[in-house]
């Protein structure tokens, strides 16, 4: 059993390597690092995760989690595509906190590990899946609500979003510019829109 | 002026590089790697393209004409939305026979080097304008023959495209699968789609 204490340890580690790995990507963020910033000896890093592989996949989850903290409840109230737009616009805004600059953790840790790292590579899947999920959850509610009409494929659209969401932040991190994430996003949503019931098209 | 023998040996080290960096990243490429692969010395190397960092923005420069080099020619001749769904095909195709792996080659350089490297940073940027730019002027091409109708924004649509393959790419690597893609490319061709003039819409 892990102590209060010893929990408090090892989600500290835990977030300092995020922060890192985010900062520097996995290959560039060595134990001597990660023990300057957590202010922890390397036999507690070992203790906690074992080696870095098992730290990364943490790191990977840790990131998952924090991006469905994030969007799930922005999405759990989807009534029509203005709390679609809605969303986006605090994307937007949470990038641009950040002066455009790290991109998705979850994407950069895609970037780097997936053709490295099988195990996590599939780590990864999980998270994006998570997230897509929560994204057609989102769009299916609207639909069991009657804003979206029937023949909306709400997964594809999930899948369409999350792509664009992906790549939006990737381009923005690189032009270090709120443009074309927000045209990603919006263009995404515009065609949702037309899956939108007369009535409630905005 | 450089010989014949020297620009030949300066496009193998060049290619040698854009393949190892493309595979390991660039923080994973060695001078060493890179004699081993290219069959030079160290000083080879550093009479060509000087230090690392260099070699890293003619790496950049060179992902970025072979973007184009497979991009121009199919988005040269876009007459209607069927010729676009062609397009959006031959990535996938080209996506499958490397078994989704890789993704993006200038995508990965920047999702690496965006935050680290201002340089590097900007040189991906001039590539991400150049292959917008021939989606804009592809889909312009398009609107000039009466393919699209005239409120279609090209430019806003050529950046949703590019997101959208960004995103796709980055998530079939990680899935290695090409249904997230396909999905996000068939998704902004089907809101293009939209903007078809009546008689020619697919």
């Known amino acids: 059993m892990i102590t209060r204490k010893g929990q408090a340890t090892r989600d500290r580690i835990l977030a300092e390597a995020a922060a890192l790995m985010f900062q520097q990507g996995v290959a560039g963020t060595s134990f001597e ?22 730290l990364t996949c943490a790191v990977i989850g840790y990131w998952s989690d924090a991006n469905l903290g ?26 641009r906190a950040n002066d455009f600059r790290g991109g998705c953790p979850l994407g950069s840790l895609a970037s780097e590990l997936a053709d490295r790292d099988d195990v996590a590579r599939n780590d990864v899947v999980v998270g994006y899946r998570r997230w897509q999920g929560a994204i057609r959850d989102g769009l299916g509610a609207m639909k069991a609500r009657g804003a979206l009409v029937e023949s909306a494929d709400v997964d594809q659209l999930a899948m369409a979003l999350l792509a664009a969401l ?30 939108a019931t007369p009535q409630r098209r905005s």
């Open 33 to 54: 690092d990660l023990q300057a910033a957590a202010g922890v000896s390397a036999s507690q890093i070992y203790h906690y995760f074992g080696d870095k592989h098992s």
């Open 70 to 95: 994030f969007h799930k409840p922005l999405l759990a109230h989807l009534d029509d595509i203005d709390a679609l737009r809605a969303w986006a616009q605090a994307i937007v805004a949470s990038a």
């Open 166 to 195: 992906q790549g939006g932040l990737l381009l923005a991190k690189t032009f270090r510019d709120g443009e074309p994430l927000r045209t990603a996003l919006n263009t995404t949503i515009d065609h949702i829109a037309s899956f």
